[in-house]
């Protein structure tokens, strides 16, 4: 069956620091794979996917994510923390071919220190 | 642009009522609409999926006759929690998108508590 782990529930960095939240999926055929974004009292905001070429996608807000086959991954990095990127997120793999299916991880809730 | 609304961001009520919530896109022709249930610390669960002027898909799992959804126009669909009880309390989230393969833009969500 097809499942998203995100093994990471909270995470706190401090502002200015590196950031890598991890993502593993299950699913038998090519996966489509995104990262969302969810501030308080807000939807869920794509940040970005991957569907296929490139394994080093760019997404918005200066966030990237590498898609690794071999080892079932998709995890999101960012270079350096702002303050307001303090959120939750949310990976999700896209079953049947594209967006009309997504299933989501549990989240990953990050906290930033000043 | 993209934006999706949702109606109310709260509610609350006694069980064996029913409750309506309204999702509906601001600025764009959704022509697919998705329900979503989130529980504490666990992921987005599809409930639902349903194209304009059609009948909603339901998941394996979900009640059809607990959880009405309608999706009469372009730019509004709604779930109705039939009879509801405690247990269907939870974070209700709406999505829409102009077509099935295109991208998904989500509303802020509706929390719902069933005393």
């Known amino acids: 069956a097809q499942s998203v782990t995100q093994p990471d529930i909270h995470i706190t960095v401090s502002e200015g620091a590196s950031l890598e939240l991890r993502c593993n999926y299950s699913y038998g055929a090519t996966p489509y794979l995104f990262w969302y974004v969810q501030s308080p009292g807000q939807g869920l905001q794509l940040l970005l996917k991957?569907?296929?070429?490139?394994?080093l996608v760019q997404g918005i807000k200066g966030f990237e994510a590498e898609f690794k086959r071999s080892q079932s991954s998709f995890n999101l990095r960012k270079p350096s923390v702002h303050w307001s990127d303090a959120a939750e997120y949310f990976c999700?793999?896209?079953?049947?071919?594209?967006?009309?299916?997504?299933?989501f991880g549990a989240g990953t809730r990050l906290a930033v220190h000043p | 642009g993209a934006v999706v609304s949702q109606h109310p961001s709260w509610v609350i009520c006694k069980s064996g009522t029913s409750v309506k919530i309204e999702c509906r896109s601001l600025?764009?022709?959704?022509?697919?609409m998705f329900w979503y249930r989130q529980f504490p610390k666990q992921s987005l669960m599809l409930m639902a999926t349903s194209n304009e002027g059609s009948k909603a898909t339901y998941e394996q799992g979900v009640e059809k006759d607990k959880f009405l959804i309608n999706h009469a126009s372009l730019t509004l669909s709604t779930l109705t929690v039939t009879s509801a009880h405690p247990e269907d309390s939870s974070f209700y989230i709406c999505s829409a998108s102009s077509g099935m393969e295109d991208t998904q833009y989500f509303g802020p969500g509706t929390r719902l508590t069933v005393l």
């Open positions: 991957y569907f296929s070429g490139d394994t």
């Open positions: 600025d764009f022709q959704a022509t697919t």
């Open positions: 999700a793999v896209g079953v049947s071919g594209g967006y009309n299916k997504l299933i």
